[in-house]
């Protein structure tokens, strides 16, 4: 008998060894008979038996929401709460887009509801031995739970110009996988800082000029609501690099984000931002950056946003602009 043999005979008893437990009563009572409950000479009135309770009606409706998706209804009967409220509708304003500026928000997104955030316009400026580059990058985020969110990113379809004798190439970014945990605090909390948590892993998932190996990340995240309509966010951590595969060996580098917000109208808000070392999931070409930029949303669903970077340390591309938006369901 292989081990594969072992396993996939083994795996489906312990499975059924942990849940038989929570199932062990032969039955349930119910608030009151109901027109569908079981009878039977051997079943006393108003009571389901365990065979009926082991496998979910899948017709029985979903949690009750606004809009809801298969993700949102998946993700309640894989993960069931019982006294919880519904989650919010969609709402593409909080806690809003991560990809907009450099640091991420310590929010998460409600339990079911999801984000693609996405950049067709992503262009790094030629300089200091960093050839021109643009990008299409995207994210997709999943709330998982209220407090913990899933997230996918890449820099996705990427091209890379010749550059003083190095051939360009264009591929597929490498794919990140995200965990962000939103730990404490309120958005009306003012001054008091606003924490969250967020790991990620860089993979080798991508095209074949593109890969430079595993790299680790950890990022606290930290928002301050001021007064006036301000908003400080940054982010704090540290981010794997690889190095040249001469040298076999990767290393950790600290890194920081920060962004100061003015919301100006509920759907208008600009901002200031820089970063130290590397983004959040880097991107940006340079080691010391800083840029202006703006939000706009266009309803619940729909935000766009857009910004304009330079270095201050000429290391790496002058500039860097990003334009993008954001869709909630």
Do not use: C
């Amino acid at each position: 008998m292989t081990f594969l043999t072992v396993r996939a005979t083994v795996l489906p008893l312990v499975m059924l060894f942990l849940v038989m437990p929570v199932y062990s009563q032969e039955a349930m009572p119910l608030p009151a008979a109901t027109p569908s409950a079981v009878t039977s000479p051997n079943i006393p009135s108003g009571t389901v038996p365990t065979s009926a309770m082991f496998a979910p009606d899948l017709e029985a409706p979903a949690p009750q929401g606004v809009d809801d998706t298969f993700l949102y209804r998946l993700i309640n009967r894989l993960i069931p709460e019982t006294n919880r409220e519904p989650s919010p509708p969609p709402d593409i304003n909080f806690p809003g887009p991560d990809t907009a500026n450099f640091p991420n928000s310590p929010f998460t997104l409600p339990k079911g509801r999801a984000y693609i955030e996405t950049s067709p316009f992503l262009f790094s400026q030629a300089g200091n031995g960093q050839p021109q580059t643009w990008g299409w990058s995207f994210m997709l985020r999943f709330g998982l739970t209220d407090n913990v969110e899933l997230r996918l990113f890449s820099n996705g379809p990427s091209v890379i110009w010749p550059s003083e004798g190095d051939p360009g190439f264009q591929g597929f970014a490498p794919l990140v996988f995200d965990l962000k945990i939103h730990l404490w605090g309120e958005k009306e909390w003012e001054w008091a800082p606003i924490v969250g948590l967020e790991v990620f892993l860089s993979t080798d998932m991508a095209s074949q000029q593109f890969r430079s190996g595993i790299q680790p990340g950890i990022s606290l995240l930290v928002d301050h609501n001021l007064p006036w309509d301000l908003l400080l966010e940054w982010n704090v951590g540290l981010f794997g690099q690889n190095l040249p595969a001469t040298l076999d060996k990767s290393e950790l580098y600290v890194g920081a984000q920060w962004a100061l917000q003015k919301q100006f109208t509920k759907r208008f808000a600009a901002f200031v931002q820089g970063f130290y070392n590397t983004a959040d999931m880097p991107f940006f070409p340079s080691d010391l950056t800083v840029g202006v930029g703006a939000q706009l949303s266009l309803g619940d669903r729909v935000s766009v946003f857009g910004s304009w970077n330079w270095t201050l340390d000429n290391i790496g591309s002058p500039t860097v602009s990003q334009a993008g938006f954001a869709y909630a369901f």
